[in-house]
């Protein structure tokens, strides 16, 4: 939300077929929202019929706890989520965000930057342990050493997808894989009969919606 | 060589562009050669201008190393490999193994069988950390589980992929992605600009040298 210009009126407005993920972020987790209000505008949004998730930073939901009942009780499931923009943990620190993640929410989901391929390892083998464990959790390496990570992390467990859209082109950030171009590396690799119905949903020449896209 | 009808006439009647990695498994290495000859055939294949490599099982370098010198002296270069059929060997071992496959030759290949998903991140990282050593290492992690490290291996570092030829689909092992697929899934998920030369003189539609394929 915190990228759109007015995210309330565009949700209003949005009459897709495909249920949103809504995140609201300041600075501190990559985003561009103002920390007044941020909450608030986002809360908002998990009232939409059409937002079917939340996204939450593990730092907000551990300061503020409460919240996440209130959310809940907007009939929106929640992603709890840990970034880390300049490292990737240790793998014992990495399992124990995923863990409270976990503990506060339904999925957990964890993006790390690389700084070497064996963190690239140290995620997808985190992701593994996680899932063996019962939980339902999401991540990626961030970067241009980490993009394999979003095309192979459903193999090790991984249940959320990241793809920018058509018209999300001068939007990508490194290491990012456009939609088409994901769904397909995923379709190559998968080794069970796991289905794909949700993908199937959007074309491979989908665009964003226009009541979603920013002004020029 | 242990699979074909005639290795040697068929080598001397091909004619083809790309050069041959020569191999002559005996059953103990996933092969049907008897162990009579298995290595003078090999020898005799090294002869021809065409093999530029030939494969070396790593026990046959340990225990017979007096004969390396001797293919080296028929101009091929020397992949020497390990195979594990059960299991993949710990980080360490495995380590260890790499090394001496690079003691004894010009590129260390290992081919395990991971028994769960972190073992395949066990083969990364070994191929990985050899790579940062200096090492020419190739690798794959065998069966449906390891089947993306045929894809991604090259991204660690991994120098050799192998692929089954449009010809060969009666004989897919598990795990193996034909060559098309694995050019495809190779290109997108190339970090670098790491060119694929060799590669591009394959067209994907090609179809084993009928000299190089087995009866019906």
Not at 111 to 130: C, F, I, M, N, R
Not at 152 to 164: D, F, R
Not at 182 to 197: C, H, K, N, Q, W
């Amino acid at each position: 939300m915190d990228k759109a210009d007015n995210p309330i009126e565009q949700l209003e407005s949005y009459d897709g077929e495909l249920p949103i993920v809504a995140t609201n972020r300041n600075q501190w987790f990559g985003g561009k929202a103002r920390d007044t209000g941020r909450l608030d505008t986002l809360f908002a949004a998990s009232r939409f019929e059409s937002v079917a998730y939340v996204d939450i930073e593990l730092e907000t939901a551990r300061a503020k706890e409460w919240i996440l009942e209130e959310f809940r009780g907007n009939d929106v499931r929640l992603i709890i989520s840990h970034h880390d923009f300049d490292a990737t943990p240790d793998r014992e620190v990495l399992a124990a965000i995923i863990d409270q993640c976990a503990h506060y929410g339904d999925i957990a989901k964890v993006a790390t930057y690389p700084t070497d391929l064996s963190d690239t390892l140290v995620l997808l083998g985190a992701l593994h342990e996680a899932t063996q464990k019962g939980i339902d959790a999401a991540g990626i390496a961030m970067g241009e050493i980490g993009s394999h990570t979003r095309a192979i992390g459903h193999i090790y467990g991984s249940k959320l997808g990241y793809a920018p859209l058509l018209d999300d082109h001068d939007e990508y950030a490194p290491g990012q894989i456009p939609l088409g171009k994901l769904r397909a590396l995923i379709e190559a690799t998968r080794v069970d009969g796991t289905s794909l119905e949700r993908i199937d949903a959007i074309e491979d020449d989908v665009t964003v919606p226009s009541e979603l896209t920013l002004p020029n």
